[in-house]
């Protein structure tokens, strides 16, 4: 299954999973402007993976204000896309609930993200899935820029947590 930017962009107004189910952040806090593929299956343990990436432009925000004069896009916004994702696949999943990071086991970053950098990738496995009164989402993730692996996270956590 393959999510374009304009079904993106829906699932940031909210609603996309059902009225007070999982979304994604709105405007400059949305790191991700397609998913590519998103699947229950496959993935390194077999239960599930998730490609996206995001088009990076030189105006975007956080150049102009990460590093006077080394503009670099923050690490915790890939990391934050990995958590948007792993959302987004509990969301898809068909769990009720708004999503909310709830934590990382081990991060390692590599590279960098500079404003020519064209576009990044993500890619996502799933680990396990809990389901019940607090769903939860365990992934690894990676952030891809030119086919190298430059953000690696382990042990990603995503709850739902219901009102």
């Known amino acids: 299954m393959h999510f374009t930017k304009a079904q993106i962009l829906t699932m940031a107004e909210g609603g996309f999973f059902g009225e007070g189910n999982a979304q994604l952040p709105s405007a400059h806090m949305l790191m991700i402007d397609q ?7 496959g993935g ?3 239960k599930g993976h998730l490609e996206a990436s995001l088009d990076i432009h030189p105006t975007h925000w956080f150049f102009a204000c990460h590093f ?3 503009p670099v896009m ?3 916004l890939g990391l934050d896309a990995l958590w948007q994702l792993l959302g987004v696949f509990l969301g898809w999943s068909g769990l ?3 999503g909310r990071a709830l934590g990382v086991g081990q991060v390692k970053f590599s ?3 500079h404003p020519d950098a064209g576009s990044i990738q993500y890619r996502l496995d799933i ?3 809990f389901s019940g009164q607090l769903s939860v989402g365990v992934a690894d993730g990676q952030v891809i ?3 190298e692996t430059i953000y690696r996270a382990e042990g990603l956590k995503v709850g739902l947590i219901t009102q």
């Open 96 to 98: 009720p609930g708004k």
């Open 145 to 147: 820029h030119k086919g």
């Open 44 to 46: 390194r343990y077999d």
């Open 127 to 129: 680990k396990r899935v």
């Open 35 to 41: 998913i590519h593929c998103i699947s229950s299956t």
């Open 68 to 70: 006077k004069d080394d």
């Open 111 to 113: 590279g960098q993200i």
């Open 74 to 76: 923050p690490g915790c």
